[in-house]
């Protein structure tokens, strides 16, 4: 399992490496290598509001946080996702869920489907739109992430 980014409270850094699945697809792509993260909580929060306002100003589907937890829950989990599996792993409550999904599927980043060996699970499947969403939006982060490198004379 990758080791996922976390917040140091004592130290005030952010760090991590960047997992499998479709970020670490990402990086492949964009001819990354995996590097350690660090960074101190005022640059992590200046990287996440420029990749917001970028998005913002790029008119792209506007999700909740709620949404995009799910999201890239479903994106970066290698299992199937199911509602009951999704409200587990955000401990939220599965109407809450499915709210949130009927958002994601009108906006074609997720489709569900019945489970053909239990029909009474609905499986969560990602799509091209979300794939095309979440590389976008990862592009913006990336951005972000150098535009602040650049403003602090930083190398990470």
């Known amino acids: 399992?990758?080791?996922?980014?976390?917040?140091?409270?004592?130290q005030q850094t952010v760090s991590g490496r960047p997992g499998?699945?479709?970020?670490?697809s990402l990086s492949k792509q964009l001819g990354e290598e995996s590097v350690p993260v660090s960074m101190d909580?005022?640059?992590?929060l200046s990287i996440w509001r420029g990749a917001l306002v970028a998005s913002?100003?790029?008119d792209t589907?506007?999700?909740t946080a709620?949404?995009?937890?799910?999201?890239?829950?479903?994106?970066?989990?290698?299992?199937?996702?199911?509602?009951?599996?999704l409200a587990q792993t955000l401990n939220l409550q599965k109407p809450a869920v499915t709210r949130a999904l009927d958002r994601l599927c009108q906006l074609?980043?997720?489709?569900?489907?019945?489970?053909?060996?239990?029909?009474?699970?609905v499986l969560i499947q990602r799509?091209?739109?979300?794939?095309?969403?979440?590389?976008?939006?990862?592009?913006?982060?990336i951005q972000a992430g150098q535009g602040s490198r650049a403003r602090t004379g930083g190398t990470g």
């Open 66 to 85: 709620r949404q995009m937890a799910i999201l890239l829950v479903i994106y970066r989990d290698q299992a199937p996702a199911t509602v009951r599996g």
């Open 127 to 141: 799509t091209v739109t979300g794939s095309v969403f979440l590389n976008e939006f990862a592009q913006l982060i």
């Open 41 to 44: 909580v005022s640059q992590a």
């Open 61 to 63: 589907p506007d999700l």
């Open 1 to 10: 399992m990758s080791k996922r980014p976390y917040l140091n409270p004592k």
């Open 20 to 24: 499998g699945g479709f970020f670490g």
């Open 108 to 121: 074609g980043l997720v489709r569900r489907k019945i489970d053909e060996h239990d029909r009474r699970n």
């Open 56 to 58: 913002v100003r790029a």
